[in-house]
């Protein structure tokens, strides 16, 4: 049995320690972020992560001044979403590793999955890396290399590629453990980087954008902010017309071609586009 500790906050992370459970890999303690507002009443609740580590009795911090600081003996990190400092990340025996999906030192930072989908790099991979102060900077443990050959919308690459990462790691922790993997500093003259996704990144021009880069944004923001584009509505009983957003939920993209299957228009519920079309295009 290897003792670590995990920080995570995200479904991802979920994924990742669901999958260490099947190789008999339990974390003693879990680390995450605070209890915030969430949903329409904005009540404070834990996260997917907080709620994991009490379903499976793990105890869980939210503050790393609550980290033990004597004792340590390795720290795994997926999709914390927040800066770990210096002090911290030196303090295990057998440092701090981080499970990141992308091939590093390509696409470093915050949303290395939907930007894979948006600039259609199908060679990607996951990368386990000694964690160091830097963003996604720190020397290689392992990579392993993936090719998709039809994106698939975000949730699905994201479990995807949780699921290898986690396998990859639980394969290599014991020769790590051993002292048998020495990392491999990254090419840092190679490195490139992803942004925050913003609300208006999921804006797309049917008649103008490509179609495919349409299909690949309504992938990558399949899950937030969503693809979406606006039509002008005319309002029968002023005769005014009004711009309404309307949101891309599905699509597909076969022979060159795009079928966007369902939508929902600002107001409305999800319907499919042929519907939509009757009733608002025409």
């Given at each position: 049995?290897?003792?670590?500790?995990?920080f995570?906050?995200?479904?991802?992370?979920?994924?990742?320690?669901?999958?260490?459970?099947?190789?008999?890999?339990?974390?003693?303690?879990v680390?995450?972020?605070?209890?915030?507002?969430?949903?329409?009443?904005?009540?404070?609740?834990?996260n997917?992560?907080?709620?994991?580590?009490?379903?499976?009795?793990?105890?869980?911090?939210?503050?790393?001044?609550?980290?033990?600081?004597?004792?340590?003996?390795?720290?795994?990190v997926?999709?914390?979403?927040?800066?770990?400092?210096k002090?911290?990340?030196?303090?295990?025996?057998?440092?701090?590793l981080?499970?990141h999906?992308?091939?590093?030192?390509?696409y470093?930072?915050?949303?290395?999955?939907?930007?894979?989908?948006?600039?259609?790099?199908?060679?990607?991979?996951?990368?386990?890396?000694?964690?160091?102060?830097?963003?996604?900077?720190?020397p290689?443990v392992?990579q392993?290399?993936?090719?998709?050959?039809?994106?698939?919308?975000?949730?699905?690459?994201e479990?995807?590629?949780?699921?290898v990462?986690?396998?990859?790691?639980?394969?290599?922790l014991?020769?790590?453990?051993?002292?048998?993997?020495?990392?491999?500093?990254?090419?840092?003259?190679?490195?490139?980087?992803?942004?925050?996704?913003?609300?208006?990144d999921?804006?797309?021009?049917?008649?103008?954008?490509?179609?495919?880069?349409?299909?690949?944004?309504?992938?990558?923001?399949?899950?937030?902010?969503?693809a979406?584009?606006?039509?002008?509505?005319e309002?029968?009983?002023?005769?005014?017309?009004?711009?309404?957003?309307?949101?891309?939920?599905s699509?597909?993209?076969?022979?060159?071609?795009?079928?966007?299957?369902t939508?929902?228009?600002?107001?409305?519920?999800?319907?499919?586009?042929?519907?939509?079309?009757?009733?608002?295009?025409?």
């Amino acid at each position: 049995m290897i003792d670590f500790t995990f920080f995570g906050s995200s479904r991802l992370s979920v994924i990742v320690l669901d999958e260490l459970l099947k190789f008999d890999l339990k974390p003693s303690l879990v680390v995450t972020t605070p209890d915030k507002p969430q949903g329409r009443k904005l009540e404070i609740k834990p996260n997917v992560v907080k709620s994991w580590a009490i379903e499976h009795n793990v105890k869980v911090i939210d503050d790393l001044q609550k980290i033990p600081r004597e004792n340590a003996n390795l720290f795994i990190v997926a999709s914390y979403g927040k800066i770990i400092p210096k002090e911290i990340i030196e303090l295990p025996k057998h440092k701090t590793l981080n499970i990141h999906p992308s091939l590093l030192p390509e696409y470093r930072g915050a949303s290395p999955l939907p930007t894979a989908i948006l600039n259609d790099t199908k060679n990607t991979g996951v990368t386990i890396m000694q964690l160091d102060t830097e963003m996604d900077h720190g020397p290689i443990v392992i990579q392993k290399r993936i090719e998709i050959m039809k994106w698939p919308t975000y949730e699905e690459f994201e479990e995807m590629m949780a699921i290898v990462g986690a396998h990859l790691l639980a394969e290599t922790l014991p020769k790590w453990v051993d002292g048998k993997i020495v990392p491999t500093e990254q090419n840092h003259a190679k490195a490139t980087y992803t942004k925050k996704i913003k609300k208006e990144d999921g804006l797309v021009d049917l008649s103008v954008d490509d179609p495919y880069l349409i299909f690949r944004k309504v992938q990558a923001f399949h899950e937030w902010p969503q693809a979406y584009f606006f039509v002008k509505k005319e309002d029968h009983s002023t005769g005014e017309h009004r711009k309404i957003r309307v949101k891309i939920t599905s699509a597909s993209f076969e022979d060159n071609t795009l079928t966007i299957n369902t939508v929902i228009p600002e107001g409305k519920k999800e319907m499919s586009y042929k519907d939509f079309e009757r009733g608002y295009l025409k």
